[in-house]
């Protein structure tokens, strides 16, 4: 059974860092992708970025290129996103999930995509 489980959320100023982590149980396949979507308080689910797990292909939104990156640890089991000089707009809850088995190389932007998802983690920017 597939498992998502987040951590690395908290209270950050702006301008500070975070990183992120998302570990997964169950067998994963190099053709997965993980990825990061976030939800800002009264707004839709947005996504952040995505990994393929071989490694190979990312896509990160044009929201956050230049300040987020996006790696895994394939022996860990777990997916990152370093976030960088952060603004108090990237207030959110942020969502790990996992689209198993894909086919082609993306980009899985849409949260519709993925069939498992984490419990998600806060992370508060203040002013």
């Known amino acids: 059974q597939v498992r998502l489980v987040e951590s690395g959320g908290g209270l950050v100023q702006a301008g500070g860092s975070l990183r992120l982590s998302c570990s997964t149980s169950g067998n994963t396949f190099s053709s997965d992708f993980m990825g990061w979507f976030r939800q800002p308080p009264g707004e839709d689910r947005e996504f952040v970025a995505t990994i393929r797990w071989s490694g190979d292909v990312t896509y990160i939104a044009d929201s956050v290129k230049g300040r987020f990156t996006i790696s895994r640890d394939y022996t860990k089991s777990t997916v990152y996103l370093q976030m960088n000089s952060l603004k108090p707009e990237d207030t959110a809850v942020y969502y790990c999930?996992?689209?198993?088995?894909?086919?082609?190389?993306?980009?899985?932007?849409?949260?519709?995509?993925?069939?498992?998802w984490g419990q998600g983690t806060q992370v508060t920017v203040s002013s």
């Open positions: 999930a996992r689209k198993v088995r894909t086919y082609s190389n993306g980009p899985y932007s849409e949260s519709g995509q993925y069939e498992f």
